[in-house]
């Protein structure tokens, strides 16, 4: 079974979206951790990252991108970061 685990920094810019965004974005979370354990279709937008940041993925939920890692090891989704596109990538 897959877990997901969040960042401080990820944790609190989730508390500060609005209701519904947030809820769109624990969905899409919540939608990996589901394809990962075979349990349904992925129906996020996510692609592996380049460059220096080729160790993570990224899932975008309309202006918002969530930096993530998946550590097959231990089964957890690591989410990193959370914010719009011109703030996350600094």
Do not use: Q
């Amino acid at each position: 079974m897959w877990k997901i685990a969040f960042s401080h920094h990820a944790r609190k810019a989730l508390s500060k979206l609005e209701p519904k965004l947030r809820a769109t974005i624990e969905d899409r979370i919540a939608n990996i951790k589901e394809w990962l354990n075979d349990e349904a279709p992925l129906h996020a937008n996510v692609i592996r990252l380049t460059g220096k940041w080729a160790s993570f993925c990224r899932l975008r939920v309309r202006d918002m991108r969530v930096l993530f890692s998946i550590d097959t090891e231990n089964r957890m989704v690591r989410i990193h970061a959370i914010g719009k596109r011109d703030e996350i990538y600094r």
